[in-house]
């Protein structure tokens, strides 16, 4: 186990954290969580644990604690995200050949609500850095607007035998084994000439058109996540549920209100259908169930972990470049004294992303799927020396390959009774536009138009 020590200094960052990160470094050693400008990014290792199987959120946690206890922490700043940080993503499925992993950074760059800071991390013995903040605050990427030229490929499942896939899982709802189930399927995406594909470039288009998700990247997994699996602050404890989807006509949507309700009548952007697609949206039975599944799941885990939860009676529509979701927001206040890593341990896996009652549908999915998830749908974010931190779920999201010249992109949705198989084929596609655009797959324009289904 080795001993860190950590240094914190406040210092002035304006514009982009991603332009500081170095063009050259392994992609798989870039950490981000960034949201609306604001966050962390982070490059190199100081240390890093992996874990796989059941056990592998305890392991996981028990490395961090005895890692933290020993740790040096010089923090002049002390606000959530400064001092020593680890960065986690976690495997959907504990029986996935894909590893889990926390990782410590060397260096980080954060801002929040107009402060910023610096951290340093030296291991054992090691000098510190001669590099000063300032020096490094003044280096930017030139290479950030750079694309690399890669191709999609047909994943696991073909988007043609993705209809009879759901088909099937409608049919096993309605012999009684579960009452929902999640299904996801991927696309494999190449670099054209065989090199490394780098991701700074992917991150900072997330980062831009996707500004009010988080945009992360841990080991290889990167993507923009609207789903808030757990934030612990303070004592509070906050999970943002979504479920239920609908895709957005066009650009000239009207732009979302904080609610659902007093919603506009008409859709002039999309005349086959009059009807506001949130408005739609709300009033969907199929939408509403799935979202009252996933709502009592994430209720039931943290109820005993919280005191005073509070649970919306109602969803809100939470509006992104490609889509409207069903959202409701849980608070409460913590008891149990547990880490933000335990939290999203308890939490996961919620009824957004695997269904209805959990161990069957669970194991639906590894019937049907005919893929290992990986990463994708686990838990994904960061903790800090006192336990606190931001954990989302890994959506809208692609995995690097181990040789880091191809990755893997997801895409899901929640299937019930009422589900249909053409329109989950669907849903899928708008959902895979996030990291279609990020990988210049598809040209920009206000909304842009996912490839036709293969």
């Given at each position: 186990?080795?001993?860190?020590?950590?240094?914190?200094?406040?210092?002035?960052?304006?514009?982009?954290?991603?332009?500081?990160?170095?063009?050259?470094?392994?992609?798989?050693?870039?950490?981000?969580?960034?949201?609306?400008?604001?966050?962390?990014?982070?490059?190199?290792?100081?240390?890093?644990?992996?874990?796989?199987?059941?056990?592998?959120?305890?392991?996981?946690?028990?490395?961090?604690?005895?890692?933290?206890?020993?740790?040096?922490?010089?923090?002049?700043?002390?606000?959530?995200?400064?001092?020593?940080?680890?960065?986690?993503?976690?495997?959907?499925?504990?029986?996935?050949?894909?590893?889990?992993?926390?990782?410590?950074?060397?260096?980080?760059?954060?801002?929040?609500?107009?402060?910023?800071?610096?951290?340093?991390?030296?291991?054992?013995?090691?000098?510190?850095?001669?590099?000063?903040?300032?020096?490094?605050?003044?280096?930017?990427?030139?290479?950030?607007?750079?694309?690399?030229?890669?191709?999609?490929?047909?994943?696991?499942?073909?988007?043609?035998?993705?209809?009879?896939?759901?088909?099937?899982?409608?049919?096993?709802?309605?012999?009684?084994?579960?009452?929902?189930?999640?299904?996801?399927?991927?696309?494999?995406?190449?670099?054209?000439?065989?090199?490394?594909?780098?991701?700074?470039?992917?991150?900072?288009?997330?980062?831009?058109?996707?500004?009010?998700?988080?945009?992360?990247?841990?080991?290889?997994?990167?993507?923009?996540?609207?789903?808030?699996?757990?934030?612990?602050?303070?004592?509070?404890?906050?999970?943002?549920?979504?479920?239920?989807?609908?895709?957005?006509?066009?650009?000239?949507?009207?732009?979302?209100?904080?609610?659902?309700?007093?919603?506009?009548?008409?859709?002039?952007?999309?005349?086959?259908?009059?009807?506001?697609?949130?408005?739609?949206?709300?009033?969907?039975?199929k939408d509403l169930e799935e979202h009252a599944y996933a709502v009592r799941s994430v209720t039931e885990a943290l109820a005993p972990h919280c005191s005073d939860l509070h649970v919306p009676e109602a969803p809100y529509v939470l509006e992104l470049p490609d889509v409207y979701h069903l959202a409701s927001d849980i608070t409460g206040t913590m008891v149990s004294g547990a880490t933000s890593l335990r939290l999203a341990a308890a939490l996961h896996p919620s009824a957004a992303v695997c269904g209805t009652p959990t161990s069957a549908a669970a194991l639906i999915i590894s019937e049907l799927e005919g893929m290992d998830r990986g990463r994708y749908a686990g838990p994904?974010?960061?903790?800090?020396?006192?336990?606190?931190?931001?954990?989302?779920?890994?959506?809208?999201?692609?995995?690097?390959?181990?040789?880091?010249?191809?990755?893997?992109?997801?895409?899901?949705?929640?299937?019930?009774?009422?589900?249909?198989?053409?329109?989950?084929?669907?849903?899928?596609?708008?959902?895979?536009?996030?990291?279609?655009?990020?990988?210049?797959?598809?040209?920009?324009?206000?909304?842009?138009?996912?490839?036709?289904?293969?």
């Amino acid at each position: 186990m080795p001993r860190l020590r950590v240094r914190s200094v406040a210092v002035d960052v304006t514009g982009d954290l991603l332009t500081r990160v170095p063009d050259e470094t392994d992609p798989r050693d870039v950490v981000t969580w960034l949201r609306d400008g604001d966050g962390m990014v982070g490059w190199g290792r100081a240390a890093v644990v992996t874990s796989r199987g059941p056990a592998r959120f305890e392991r996981a946690e028990k490395w961090w604690d005895a890692l933290r206890s020993t740790a040096s922490v010089e923090d002049e700043v002390r606000l959530p995200g400064s001092g020593l940080v680890a960065f986690g993503s976690f495997a959907f499925a504990p029986e996935s050949c894909d590893k889990s992993v926390l990782v410590v950074p060397r260096v980080l760059i954060g801002r929040r609500d107009g402060l910023a800071w610096v951290t340093h991390v030296a291991v054992d013995e090691e000098p510190w850095p001669t590099e000063h903040a300032s020096e490094l605050l003044a280096r930017t990427n030139p290479l950030l607007d750079q694309l690399d030229p890669v191709v999609e490929n047909v994943g696991s499942v073909s988007a043609a035998a993705w209809p009879e896939v759901i088909s099937r899982a409608i049919a096993r709802i309605n012999a009684g084994e579960v009452d929902k189930v999640v299904l996801a399927r991927d696309a494999q995406i190449q670099h054209r000439h065989g090199d490394v594909v780098r991701i700074a470039p992917v991150l900072e288009r997330l980062a831009g058109r996707y500004a009010a998700t988080w945009t992360f990247s841990v080991d290889g997994l990167l993507g923009a996540t609207p789903e808030m699996l757990v934030r612990l602050q303070g004592g509070r404890a906050r999970s943002r549920v979504l479920a239920g989807t609908i895709r957005r006509a066009g650009s000239g949507d009207h732009p979302a209100p904080a609610s659902g309700r007093d919603l506009p009548a008409g859709n002039a952007a999309d005349p086959e259908h009059p009807v506001d697609p949130r408005l739609r949206l709300m009033t969907s039975e199929k939408d509403l169930e799935e979202h009252a599944y996933a709502v009592r799941s994430v209720t039931e885990a943290l109820a005993p972990h919280c005191s005073d939860l509070h649970v919306p009676e109602a969803p809100y529509v939470l509006e992104l470049p490609d889509v409207y979701h069903l959202a409701s927001d849980i608070t409460g206040t913590m008891v149990s004294g547990a880490t933000s890593l335990r939290l999203a341990a308890a939490l996961h896996p919620s009824a957004a992303v695997c269904g209805t009652p959990t161990s069957a549908a669970a194991l639906i999915i590894s019937e049907l799927e005919g893929m290992d998830r990986g990463r994708y749908a686990g838990p994904v974010g960061w903790l800090d020396g006192s336990g606190d931190g931001d954990w989302g779920i890994a959506l809208r999201c692609g995995e690097l390959s181990p040789d880091r010249r191809s990755l893997r992109i997801f895409a899901g949705g929640g299937i019930v009774a009422a589900s249909d198989p053409a329109a989950e084929l669907a849903e899928t596609e708008v959902k895979l536009t996030a990291m279609r655009h990020a990988l210049g797959l598809i040209p920009e324009g206000p909304g842009g138009t996912p490839p036709k289904p293969r």
